[in-house]
């Protein structure tokens, strides 16, 4: 085990999760993943690996069919998949949201329906923000749900769906003005909506569809896309918590978990590019000796090896607060922000340890330089993750004279 980011007070169990996923990632993920990057293939065996391991019920309670872990232990297991391949820490990262949204704020018979099938891996979950318009800015969502007898019709269209493709499961964030006077302030006149759909592309069910994979620098392999919902039915008993205009809550309490999930990605990938970067400044000579004993090498060494620690000790202090049952927004942010920061720069000094090798797609640290950027905008860009930061200081050291 190495020296690096370790996490101290795990139970037996635990270290037990952590040492399979570690095992199954040097020996499933590392060999394949660059290869399976370089084609945009989607990992199925690796994907169905993970299944066996139950990793798809890893926070899912035990009486539906879960391992009940913490969001520690998972966060802790993400970070050990992405230092494989942050693409596959993509795909079981949005199926978690969805769980714990269902877990958190599901009705009894969403819960007892859902829950089985996701902790089994049978149902896979994706969860939509975001559209071609808005970015950040939640409160510009356009995509409107409209009341009809029993059901929800549902039309707009929404953007950068992780797992749009593979999933069958989609929670979706829109705007239902139902019961809500002019006037409301947009994030308590929003919706999540649990919309069922077969996996695939083109229309895949009644007024949905999917219209392909976005081409993208890096995170390939996992599938992004746009969901289009023009006429989409929807049975009331589908909206989330059974109660409409708290889709806002919901799904901002998701992105907590989420924004976790993004700290421990980056701190992976960071981890990753260390152990690259350090072997290879072992393994390469220049002036006679191996550049590892240049001063300006161990100095480079240095730094990463100390963000990588940082970024890993922020990141298990937003699990275990949001474990606590406490708020975590301000822990979450900090983490997020911090981790990605680190992990780009961490990732570029690797790649200039490598030299002109860095540059060569034989390289695995080629990949991890078109995947780090990601990490920068995913649930939330540095600069909102400062502002959220920002206000929560100023909450909490409210100026008292």
Request: aromatic share 8%; proline share 3%; hydrophobic share 40%.
């Amino acid at each position: 085990m190495a020296r690096l980011a370790q996490t101290a007070g795990l139970t037996d169990i635990q270290q037990e999760i952590l040492s399979t996923v570690r095992d199954f990632v040097d020996k499933e993920i590392i060999p394949v993943a660059t290869e399976l990057e370089h084609r945009d293939e989607y990992p199925q065996a690796i994907v169905d690996g993970l299944k066996e391991l139950g990793l798809f019920g890893l926070m899912i309670p035990e009486e539906y069919g879960g391992l009940g872990e913490s969001l520690l232990t998972y966060a802790l297991c993400v970070e050990e998949i992405a230092r494989g391949w942050m693409s596959v820490s993509g795909i079981i990262n949005t199926h978690f949201i969805v769980a714990y949204m269902l877990k958190q704020h599901g009705t009894q018979e969403q819960k007892d329906y859902f829950l089985p099938k996701m902790a089994a891996g049978d149902i896979r979950g994706a969860f939509s923000m975001s559209e071609p318009g808005l970015g950040s800015d939640v409160s510009a969502i356009t995509s409107k749900a409209v009341r009809d007898g029993d059901e929800y019709v549902l039309t707009g269209q929404k953007m950068w769906l992780t797992n749009g493709g593979t999933s069958s499961l989609v929670a979706v964030l829109v705007r239902s003005d139902e019961g809500h006077p002019e006037g409301t302030a947009p994030h308590k006149s929003m919706t999540t909506f649990l919309v069922e759909k077969e996996p695939g592309f083109g229309e895949v069910r009644p007024g949905l569809t999917i219209p392909g994979k976005i081409d993208k620098m890096g995170y390939k392999g996992v599938d992004t896309t746009e969901l289009i919902m023009d006429g989409l039915r929807i049975p009331a008993d589908r909206v989330l918590g059974g109660v409409t205009g708290r889709g806002f809550y919901h799904m901002m309490d998701g992105v907590e978990v989420g924004r976790v999930n993004v700290a421990a990605r980056g701190c992976g990938v960071a981890q990753r590019a260390f152990e690259l970067g350090v072997q290879y400044a072992q393994q390469r000579h220049t002036f006679g000796k191996p550049i590892a004993q240049h001063q300006a090498i161990q100095f480079k060494l240095a730094e990463m090896a100390t963000k990588v620690e940082a970024a890993h000790a922020m990141m298990v202090n937003a699990a275990r607060k949001k474990d606590s049952g406490e708020r975590n927004d301000l822990e979450a942010g900090m983490a997020k922000y911090l981790a990605s920061e680190y992990c780009k720069e961490v990732v570029e000094d690797a790649f200039r340890i490598h030299g002109g090798y860095g540059f060569s797609k034989e390289y695995e640290i080629e990949r991890l330089y078109r995947e780090a950027p990601m990490l920068l905008i995913g649930e939330g860009t540095a600069e909102i993750q400062k502002m959220i930061i920002g206000r929560r200081l100023l909450e909490e050291y409210r100026y008292q004279g």
